[in-house]
Every structure is written in structure tokens, then in C-alpha cells.
């Protein structure tokens, strides 16, 4: 059985009108290229994202963080609550291939932490872009459009 490839896309639940936009741009050219969305899914960014996905005939995965299904977004294929809250964090992070980081607050700044800590790829789209104590930047791409954070983590520029 083949299996689909999984992209983390993470960001706050509260956006601005230019990260919901980007979101759903990302959403719409990872389920156009045969990827899986996986996010926190609820609403915000992780909205956006899984609505752009599902217009593109996707799969959109949200990892809960309460016990009820019913808090996930209307664009979840999948939605899994965990009951643990901003622990689910880790999972989301663990959970893809690679994770795209559009916007944040300091939930985001942790799933970037915790992507980074396990070596996965992680671009950036307007978001965090944090520095060790040396002050050395951490190994986050930073991606100008949708189209470059979705080609940086394909591996390929798309048509």
C-alpha cells in the first residue's frame, strides 16, 4: 500500500486576514500535489489551511487538543482529540514530513521548538525566526509566498 506524504502546517487560532489568505493558499497546493494536511485543527490558520486542502479535494488531519470531536474545524476529514491540550503540540510537530509555520504566537513557537529539536525541515511564512543563545539562527527556511514555503518543502517547483 502506498502511503500519502504528511506536511505539519502550524499557526495561531487567531489570524490576521494575510495568514488566513496564505494558509489557504498552502492547504490548497498541498492537497493539489497529492499531500496530506495535518494541523491543530481548529481555527485560525489550521482553518484555513484544511479549508484551502478540502476545495483541492485533500485530506485534512486536526490534532485536538480536548476530548470532543466537535471542537475541530468544518474542513477536518480527520479529527483526533487527544485531552492534551498544548501537549498535542508535540504530536502535530512529530507528525509531518516537514512543518510549515505561518504567523504564531508562542503555540507555534513551541511546535517550531519541538520540529526542530527532532531535525524535520521547517519554513517559515511571516513567522518566528528565533536565534539559539549564541545567537546563530536556527536552520528555519524562510519563504516569501505560499508557492516557495510549498516548493522548499516538496523539494520541487511547482507548475
Not at 64 to 87: C, D, F, K, R
Not at 117 to 130: A, E, S
Request: glycine fraction near 14%; aromatic fraction near 4%; charged fraction near 20%.
Amino acid at each position: 500500500m502506498m502511503r500519502k506524504s504528511v506536511i505539519s502546517v502550524i499557526g495561531p487560532h487567531e489570524c490576521s486576514e494575510w495568514e488566513a489568505q496564505a494558509a489557504e493558499s498552502v492547504g490548497r497546493l498541498l492537497a493539489s500535489n497529492d499531500i496530506t494536511v495535518i494541523c491543530g485543527g481548529r481555527g485560525g490558520v489550521m482553518e484555513a489551511v484544511c479549508r484551502g486542502a478540502q476545495e483541492a479535494g485533500g485530506i485534512t488531519i486536526g490534532i485536538l487538543p480536548g476530548m470532543n470531536v466537535e471542537e475541530g474545524n468544518q474542513y477536518l476529514t480527520i479529527a483526533i482529540p487527544t485531552g492534551l491540550g498544548e501537549g498535542r503540540n508535540v504530536i502535530v510537530a512529530r507528525a509531518g514530513k516537514a512543518v510549515i509555520a505561518i504567523g504564531g504566537r508562542f503555540g507555534t513557537l513551541s511546535e517550531i521548538a519541538f520540529a526542530l529539536k527532532m531535525g524535520k525541515q521547517v519554513v517559515g511564512l511571516r513567522t518566528w525566526d528565533p536565534h539559539y543563545a549564541d545567537g546563530n539562527r536556527t536552520p528555519i527556511q524562510i519563504a516569501k509566498t505560499p508557492e516557495e514555503a510549498v516548493e522548499l518543502v516538496l523539494g520541487k517547483t511547482l507548475k
